[in-house]
């Protein structure tokens, strides 16, 4: 049987624990030789590795796990590298957060002007790991990355590392497939999707359950409940207010547009007047994280360095952890899976560029993903979806041409930003913020 060297780059994150937990649930399949973990901060890494060492203690005790901050002993021979950094922190979250609210607009870590904040702090950082990988890890390698913003990370690899073996991923499709799963009463192993948009902005245009087609019944629940049913009420990540919310929404959106179910993202850019009524910028979501699930995981780590007992199961929340390892087992034992990933368009939707940066289902091979075809789209989409992908599109080229006018222009289309002269004020107070992360820009 194969094993692997597997690496989680952003070993200090929050989701490591569950990664971790979901890797070994899996390692039967998924024979695990060595497992590292990889991060710029050696402070937050450590704190973290000791909730991952009771996880592993738990269920793997005679796996050894590495941890380092030194790129060469990290990848090197490295098989699968989990990529979840966020470069300037949760610090940078609330920073973004707060300064996009301050001008009454969108302020969300992936999404509108905190989403291209975000890109542009991101995309070099990401270079260096692909880098990192050309140099020490074994000849292929993969990336599988969740590091977000994935729509402008994932553009901007394809054109400055053309050749990488990275795939991005997301979990929020599959996040809503699970509460799909419980309005039907099925297992979420039983539902298959067609989908199609840009990442954190696409669209189900069919749902299967045990090969029924169950499009309409889902359309006739969600215009009404959103994504939220009985039994979702006990899911742990349903029982954040927020998450709750979020889901909720979806019922306006599918009301007003009846042809597909959304990606709960679309709250932003179709309903961006209710979202920032809805924000607090006392209590933003990146605050909400650190006092939440940021705060229990440090307690955690005290807690077993006092020799307590801790719940590690709260640290096992959503598809996260099991999503990604689905990926990397079908990468590595070529199992062929069908998973929703964010690759170049080339034709896959037939009237959009083949640049553009498209999320739909693929088969996930031992060679890459090979995505299924999903032909024209209507109209209505066709222009959201240019739209936001142009806006995506320009960030990448600033950050690669140092522009401002490109920055400008791609705040000024984004959606959630109602004038050029918005635009123009909140680009000049974030770039004031991210200073010594931003490229210059002139
Ligand atoms: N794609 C998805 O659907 C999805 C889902 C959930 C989370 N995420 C992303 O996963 C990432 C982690 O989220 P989190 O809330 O746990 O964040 P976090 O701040 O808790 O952890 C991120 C870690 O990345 C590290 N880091 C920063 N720059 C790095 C670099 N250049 N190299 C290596 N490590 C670096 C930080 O030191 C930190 O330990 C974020 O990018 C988040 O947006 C993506
Ligand atoms: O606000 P946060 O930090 O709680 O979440 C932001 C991320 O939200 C999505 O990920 C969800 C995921 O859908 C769910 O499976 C579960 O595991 O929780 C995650 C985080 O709450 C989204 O897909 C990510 O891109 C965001 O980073
Ligand atoms: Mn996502």
Known sequence: MKDFKIVICGGGSTYTAGIVKDLLDQSHELKIRELWLYDIDEERQNKVAVVVQAVVAQFAPDLDVRVTTDPAEAFSGANFIMAQM????????????????????????????????????????????????????????????????????????????????????????????????????????????????????????????????????????????????????????????????????????????????PNTYYQYYLMP????????????????????????????????????????????????????????????????????????????????????TVEVPAYITDRGPEPVRVGTIPRFYKGLIENQDACEGLIVEAVIEGSYQKALQAFTLNRTIPSATVAKALLDDLIEQNKGYWPELK
């Not at 298959?192 to 889902?218: A, I, M, P, Q």
């Not at 990146?286 to 307590?308: D, H, T």
Request: aromatic share 8%; hydrophobic share 40%; proline share 3%.
């Open 273 to 356: 007047d209710s979202c920032v009524e809805y924000m607090d910028i006392n209590n933003t979501r990146g605050m909400q994280v650190i006092n939440g699930r940021e705060k229990r995981m440090f307690a955690a780590s005290e807690a077993l360095q006092r020799g307590e007992d801790v719940d590690l199961t709260q640290f096992y929340v959503g598809v996260h952890g099991r999503f990604i390892v689905d990926v990397v087992k079908s990468l590595a034992l070529d199992l062929r899976h069908r998973h929703l990933v964010i690759v170049p368009n080339n034709g896959i939707i037939e009237n959009l560029s083949d640049d553009a």
């Open 86 to 261: 966020r470069v300037g922190g949760l610090e940078m979250r609330v920073s973004d957060e707060v300064t996009c609210l301050k001008h009454g607009v969108v302020g969300q870590e992936t999404c509108g002007a905190g989403g291209m904040a975000y890109g542009m702090r991101t995309i070099y950082p990401m270079c260096q790991l692909v880098d990192y990988c050309e140099e020490y890890a074994a000849p292929d390698y993969w990336i599988v990355n969740y590091s977000n913003p994935a729509a402008i990370v994932a553009k901007a690899m394809h054109k400055l590392r053309p050749n990488a073996r990275i795939l991005d991923i997301c979990d929020m499709p599959v996040e809503i497939e699970a509460r799909m799963a419980e309005i039907l009463g099925c297992e979420l192993d039983d539902i298959e999707v067609d989908y199609f948009g840009l990442n954190h902005f696409g669209w189900f245009t069919s749902v299967r359950c045990k090969g029924e087609d169950v499009t309409d019944k889902l359309k006739a629940h969600v215009r009404t409940y959103g994504y939220i049913s009985e039994a979702s009420l006990n899911d742990s990540l349903v029982k954040d207010p927020d998450w709750q919310h979020t889901f909720e929404n979806s019922a306006t959106i599918s009301t007003l547009f009846q042809d597909y179910l």
